[in-house]
């Protein structure tokens, strides 16, 4: 395989990285970890729901997660159009999360699309500019919660024992 393709592909790989580190950042509350995954002041279009930067969207995004008992970020069918030290890509994101209204749980679903450009600097690739593309949300009575939550949102969850924060 040629240098070119194999640096493609870690490029590639480095971008998708950071896709899931960003997904974890919100299920885990890590601040920190969010705002790592863009570049400083790097513009955060999510329409109507939020504009700032990437920074400020975390600190948003997970203020608003205070809301919720438990909350799940799932990414798929990505994209990536590479251009140098520049990128493109497109990114599906299903978020699920549960709350308590009035003592009855309720279960909401909200999906849409990252579209992100990227850029490498100082040899890392992070997000110059967001836009959020809203598809659809719903929200719906739970009729039956079958395990307890073992999850947590912070440090605390399991996944910090094995994966430390670089």
């Known amino acids: 395989m040629a240098d070119s393709n194999l640096s493609d592909v870690a490029d590639r790989l480095e971008i998708a990285q950071q896709l899931a580190i960003y997904a974890r950042a919100m299920d885990r509350c890590d601040h920190a970890l969010g705002y790592s995954v863009f570049h400083e002041n790097a513009p955060a279009d ?3 729901m939020f504009q ?4 400020e969207f975390v600190d948003f995004a997970l203020k608003s997660h205070e809301n919720f008992l438990v909350h799940n970020h799932q990414i798929s069918n990505l994209l990536i159009e590479l251009r140098g030290d520049q990128a493109g890509s497109e ?3 299903t978020m ?3 709350m308590d209204i009035a003592g009855t749980l309720h279960d909401m679903r909200s ?3 990252y579209i992100d450009r990227w850029e490498k600097r100082g040899g890392a690739w992070r997000i110059a500019h967001r836009q959020y593309i ?3 949300d719903d929200m719906w009575p739970v009729t039956r919660a079958g395990y307890p939550i073992q999850g947590r949102r912070d440090g605390s969850d399991p996944s910090y024992a094995v994966l430390k924060p670089s």
């Open 46 to 48: 999510y329409g109507s």
């Open 52 to 55: 700032g930067t990437g920074s």
């Open 91 to 93: 990114t599906y994101v």
């Open 96 to 98: 699920m999360a549960r």
């Open 111 to 113: 999906l849409g699309r």
């Open 134 to 136: 809203h598809e659809f």
